[in-house]
């Protein structure tokens, strides 16, 4: 270099050794030799600027890294990337006017569109430094619009300055296009509430509100914002038909996720809601009675109840046609082959069934005569649900119970304080008295009681006593259940009654598994209490009444009654019958 100062190979190798050797203090002298051996300005330029980048770092001299910069700009006042580095230095000293002055010089001059839009988001960044808004948002604008598809981030920061302008028509453009490109569905749900509301709250564009609303519910059909601000438009613009069917596909999504989570309390206060924007009283009454048990409402709510169940007419309804009773009552799960097995074969079933009344604690005396007042009320209870009647007995000492039992028949066991009420049953005694006939009818009482395995030693036995070996899938009942099983209906059935109960197990065989058992035994139960609540008039005594029996406060069988108080079924079943009023509040 002494002999040649100018050579550049030269420097090029010792700038090379300076830096893998990290000698920082010896590059920036090797870079101001070469500066000054220098003619050409444009070379003089960038050799300033990469002086002053190593002044900025690792050496951390702002004030020469500063002086270098500017003599690059002075050399070469079109050299964007020295008008960079100094607006960048600029920035990271709070400076800034000085960023702005450099950065808007620099965006002037860049060719490649992704380095302008670079430093277009950092224009806009100081500027809202400044508190510009305008220019801030300008800038950020025109880097948004320097590429087909903007960084998120990009997006995110021109967004909220739009937001903080109060400029509705840009944030909720911008958000409409971050909502259809982030990834996040939490993010992507805030995203299109807060379209739907600049676009109904500052833009006054329903159409606009309604889509935003719209889209939310697809990510989120049980969102209840969405759903009553849409509703709430439908109504303001008058589309009539938009609203019923808007609320009513509402309705169908939480009774749907209810079938998932039947005891979330959330999902019932939703629908009660949804129903008075329907102004649907009488599915309102019957949601709030199960939000009433699940847990507490407000005094309001309870002076709606009172009122409206007073409306309601407490006395029995008329007979169901058996076509009602049996789409009503019945679970879809319990019209399948354990009910067939009941109702075909019942009376050899009987038999394997059968309890002498002393081994419950029964006297021949405990027999309540047929000319009893309660035998009236039970056939009316009977005809209602379309099932035949069974004898009374009476029980002394389960108070307030009503028990569906067998013993040499089905029967009844009722206790003395329902027998004493026999002339003005209370919606309570009704329902119980209609879930026991409901069990006896249906079959109930051979489950009742007893675990899923039990039933299948049961179901396994009758196969074997009968010659119609049953393979029942993953059952869990012992070789010893079913032997003990076998011996006791061996005992009870005679050969014409096994051939009998023979040859309906032969039809049965295929269709009799563990799910299907575990499934019935639940469905049958529902069927009771849905018999009950029928018969009761009353569902919130029939769910105190449920309540009242079930250990399990989480039952399926608890379930399937709060699924069924606000189902169409019942609510339709109960206009039929004259239990909810007819007119309006």
Same mark, same amino acid.
């Given at each position: 270099?002494?002999?040649?100062?100018?050579?550049?190979?030269?420097?090029?190798?010792?700038?090379?050794?300076?830096?893998?050797?990290?000698?920082?203090?010896?590059?920036?002298?090797?870079?101001?030799?070469?500066?000054?051996?220098?003619?050409?300005?444009?070379?003089?330029?960038?050799?300033? &600027?990469?002086?002053?980048?190593?002044?900025?770092?690792?050496?951390?001299?702002?004030?020469?890294?500063?002086?270098?910069?500017?003599?690059?700009?002075?050399?070469?006042?079109?050299?964007?990337?020295?008008?960079?580095?100094?607006?960048?230095?600029?920035?990271?000293?709070?400076?800034?006017?000085?960023?702005?002055?450099?950065?808007?010089?620099?965006?002037?001059?860049?060719?490649?569109?992704?380095?302008?839009?670079?430093?277009?988001?950092?224009?806009?960044?100081?500027?809202?430094?400044? *508190?510009?808004?305008?220019?801030?948002?300008?800038?950020?604008?025109?880097?948004?619009?320097?590429?087909?598809?903007?960084?998120?981030?990009?997006?995110?920061?021109?967004?909220?300055?739009?937001?903080?302008?109060?400029?509705?028509?840009?944030?909720?453009?911008?958000?409409?296009?971050?909502?259809?490109?982030?990834?996040?569905?939490?993010?992507?749900?805030?995203?299109?509430?807060?379209?739907?509301?600049?676009?109904?709250?500052?833009?006054?564009?329903?159409?606009?509100?309604?889509?935003?609303?719209?889209?939310?519910?697809?990510?989120?059909?049980?969102?209840?914002?969405?759903?009553?601000?849409?509703?709430?438009?439908?109504?303001?613009?008058? *589309?009539?038909?938009?609203?019923?069917?808007?609320?009513?596909?509402?309705?169908?999504? *939480?009774?749907?996720?209810?079938?998932?989570?039947?005891?979330?309390?959330?999902?019932?206060?939703?629908?009660?809601?949804?129903?008075?924007?329907?102004?649907?009283?009488?599915?309102?009454?019957?949601?709030?009675?199960?939000?009433?048990?699940?847990?507490?409402?407000?005094?309001?709510?309870?002076?709606?109840?009172?009122?409206?169940?007073?409306?309601?007419?407490?006395?029995?309804?008329?007979?169901?046609?058996?076509?009602?009773?049996?789409? %009503?009552?019945?679970?879809?799960?319990?019209?399948?082959?354990?009910?067939? %097995?009941?109702?075909?074969?019942?009376?050899?079933?009987?038999?394997?069934?059968?309890?002498?009344?002393?081994?419950?604690?029964?006297?021949?005396?405990?027999?309540?005569?047929?000319?009893?007042?309660?035998?009236?009320?039970?056939?009316?209870?009977?005809?209602?649900?379309?099932?035949?009647?069974?004898?009374?007995?009476?029980?002394?000492?389960?108070?307030?119970?009503?028990?569906?039992?067998?013993?040499?028949?089905?029967?009844?066991?009722?206790?003395?304080?329902?027998?004493?009420?026999?002339?003005?049953?209370?919606? *309570?005694?009704?329902?119980?008295?209609?879930?026991?006939?409901?069990?006896?009818?249906?079959?109930?009482?051979?489950?009742?009681?007893?675990?899923?395995?039990?039933?299948?030693?049961?179901?396994?036995?009758?196969?074997?006593?009968?010659?119609?070996?049953?393979?029942?899938?993953?059952?869990?009942?012992?070789?010893?259940?079913?032997?003990?099983?076998?011996?006791?209906?061996?005992?009870?059935?005679?050969?014409?009654?096994?051939?009998?109960?023979?040859?309906?197990?032969?039809?049965?065989?295929?269709?009799?598994?563990?799910?299907?058992?575990?499934?019935?035994?639940?469905?049958?139960?529902?069927?009771?209490?849905?018999?009950?609540?029928?018969?009761?008039?009353?569902?919130?005594?029939?769910?105190?009444?449920?309540?009242?029996?079930?250990?399990?406060?989480?039952?399926?069988?608890?379930?399937? %009654?709060?699924?069924?108080?606000?189902?169409?079924?019942?609510?339709?079943?109960? &206009?039929?019958?004259?239990?909810?009023?007819?007119?309006?509040?």
């Amino acid at each position: 270099m002494k002999v040649q100062p100018g050579h550049e190979d030269a420097y090029e190798r010792l700038r090379t050794l300076h830096y893998a050797s990290k000698n920082w203090p010896n590059l920036a002298l090797l870079l101001r030799t070469q500066i000054g051996a220098t003619s050409e300005d444009g070379q003089r330029a960038e050799l300033f &600027v990469e002086l002053g980048q190593l002044y900025v770092a690792p050496l951390a001299d702002s004030r020469h890294a500063e002086a270098n910069f500017r003599r690059a700009i002075e050399i070469s006042p079109y050299n964007s990337e020295a008008l960079i580095a100094l607006g960048n230095l600029y920035e990271e000293q709070s400076q800034w006017k000085g960023a702005v002055e450099m950065l808007r010089r620099a965006e002037m001059l860049l060719a490649d569109a992704s380095a302008r839009a670079e430093v277009q988001r950092r224009l806009g960044r100081v500027h809202c430094q400044l *508190h510009e808004l305008q220019p801030a948002q300008e800038a950020l604008q025109r880097a948004a619009d320097a590429t087909p598809s903007p960084p998120l981030d990009l997006l995110r920061e021109l967004a909220d300055v739009a937001k903080e302008r109060e400029d509705g028509a840009t944030e909720a453009t911008v958000r409409a296009l971050l909502a259809d490109r982030v990834d996040g569905e939490e993010e992507r749900k805030t995203l299109r509430r807060r379209v739907a509301i600049l676009a109904e709250e500052s833009l006054d564009d329903d159409d606009r509100a309604v889509t935003s609303w719209q889209q939310l519910l697809t990510l989120d059909p049980l969102d209840l914002q969405a759903t009553e601000r849409l509703a709430a438009i439908y109504g303001r613009i008058g *589309h009539r038909a938009a609203a019923d069917q808007h609320l009513h596909a509402a309705v169908s999504h *939480h009774r749907a996720e209810l079938t998932r989570a039947p005891f979330q309390t959330r999902l019932y206060k939703q629908l009660t809601a949804i129903f008075r924007w329907q102004r649907a009283f009488d599915p309102l009454y019957c949601a709030y009675i199960t939000l009433s048990q699940l847990s507490g409402i407000g005094e309001s709510e309870l002076t709606f109840l009172r009122n409206y169940g007073e409306r309601c007419n407490a006395q029995l309804p008329p007979s169901l046609t058996p076509e009602q009773y049996d789409r %009503l009552l019945l679970p879809r799960a319990a019209r399948g082959p354990l009910r067939e %097995l009941w109702h075909r074969a019942s009376s050899v079933l009987l038999k394997t069934l059968a309890v002498p009344p002393g081994q419950l604690g029964l006297r021949r005396g405990d027999r309540i005569a047929a000319k009893h007042p309660l035998h009236t009320e039970v056939k009316r209870i009977a005809e209602v649900l379309q099932i035949p009647t069974a004898d009374l007995w009476c029980l002394p000492k389960a108070p307030d119970a009503v028990v569906a039992a067998m013993l040499t028949k089905p029967v009844l066991l009722v206790s003395n304080e329902v027998v004493d009420r026999a002339k003005s049953l209370s919606p *309570h005694d009704r329902f119980r008295i209609g879930h026991g006939l409901m069990e006896l009818a249906e079959g109930a009482i051979l489950l009742r009681g007893r675990p899923v395995k039990t039933i299948q030693a049961f179901v396994l036995a009758l196969g074997v006593v009968t010659q119609q070996p049953l393979d029942l899938r993953g059952a869990e009942a012992s070789d010893e259940d079913v032997q003990q099983e076998k011996e006791r209906i061996s005992q009870a059935l005679g050969r014409r009654e096994r051939r009998k109960l023979g040859e309906v197990l032969a039809d049965l065989a295929q269709s009799l598994g563990q799910g299907d058992l575990a499934d019935q035994t639940s469905a049958l139960g529902s069927a009771a209490y849905r018999g009950g609540l029928v018969v009761s008039g009353d569902p919130l005594s029939a769910l105190r009444a449920a309540l009242d029996m079930e250990e399990d406060r989480r039952s399926k069988q608890l379930a399937d %009654l709060l699924l069924y108080l606000i189902g169409d079924d019942y609510l339709r079943l109960r &206009v039929e019958l004259g239990i909810a009023p007819q007119e309006k509040l």
